[in-house]
């Protein structure tokens, strides 16, 4: 059984930074791939960012392009988000996500499994 679990949001000021982590287990995710979403109040869960756990290979939405780096380490079983440059449109809760077989997918639905998100709060 895949659990996932989120952990480093928070209140941070504009320009500032964060870093997130997703402890995942329950199984091998050597041809899996991970990625984060997020949900802001009354609007739909978006893509941030997806790695393929076994290559490293990256994906990234325009909105965080550049600010954003998505990383994963194997022996940890830990996908981690660094944000920096926040936004105040960055605030909303993060979610982490797996989905078996290695295409970067952008959209929620083909993603299996789901941690229970954290909060992050951008204030300006």
């Known amino acids: 059984q895949v659990q996932l679990g989120e952990s480093g949001g928070g209140l941070v000021q504009a320009g500032g930074s964060l870093r997130l982590s997703c402890a995942a287990s329950g199984r091998t995710f050597s041809s899996y791939a991970m990625g984060w979403f997020r949900q802001a109040p009354g609007k739909e869960r978006d893509f941030v960012a997806a790695?393929?756990?076994?290559?490293?290979?990256?994906s990234y939405s325009d909105s965080v392009k550049g600010r954003f780096t998505i990383s994963r380490d194997n022996a940890k079983n830990t996908v981690y988000l660094q944000m920096n440059s926040l936004k105040p449109e960055d605030t909303a809760v993060y979610y982490c996500a797996a989905k078996e077989g290695l295409l970067l997918s952008v959209t929620s639905r083909q993603y299996d499994h789901w941690g229970q998100g954290t909060q992050v709060t951008v204030s300006s």
């Open positions: 790695i393929r756990w076994s290559s490293g290979r990256t």
